[in-house]
């Protein structure tokens, strides 16, 4: 029981300061970086950078599902304390649902953008392999 009653505060702190720290303000955009933000977007992303974004996808998913989880969990401490089981266990598995989906989206989305950025590199080799092997063969 006491075990359990850890688990609860801990999770119950960590959504807590999740909470936090999704509420701090961002400073507002300036018209020099909307002015870089378009000049990026005209050049077109390497396939390393392709790759990166994709591990950044898979991480914003992961992190979207953590905090449906902690609300979910939070959502079920509150109902446990009402002593409403069943909606303690609706709400566990809401947030435990919305993990799953969150997860699952942002794993396929950086998964494809990692493939497009492989495929790009090798573009790249085919390209260098085929310019070299047709000067070789214009020597031989």
């Known amino acids: 029981m006491r075990a359990a009653f850890r688990m609860v505060c801990f999770l119950a702190i960590t959504y807590v300061f999740g909470v936090y720290g999704w509420s701090q303000s961002h400073p507002g955009a300036t018209s020099a970086d909307t002015q870089k933000t378009a000049q990026q977007e005209k050049k077109k992303a390497g396939p390393g950078k392709e790759m990166g974004k994709g591990g950044e996808v898979i991480g914003k998913g ?6 449906d989880l902690a609300k979910g969990t939070a959502g079920a401490v509150g109902n446990l304390a009402r002593g409403n089981v069943g909606s303690a266990g609706a709400s566990l598995g809401k947030g435990a649902g919305g993990m799953g989906k969150n997860v699952a989206v942002g794993t396929g989305k950086g998964v494809a953008k990692i493939g497009k950025g492989l495929g790009g590199e090798f573009k790249k080799l085919g390209g260098k392999s085929k310019g070299h092997d047709e000067k070789s ?3 031989g």
């Open 137 to 139: 063969q214009a020597q």
């Open 62 to 67: 992961v992190v979207k599902g953590t905090g």
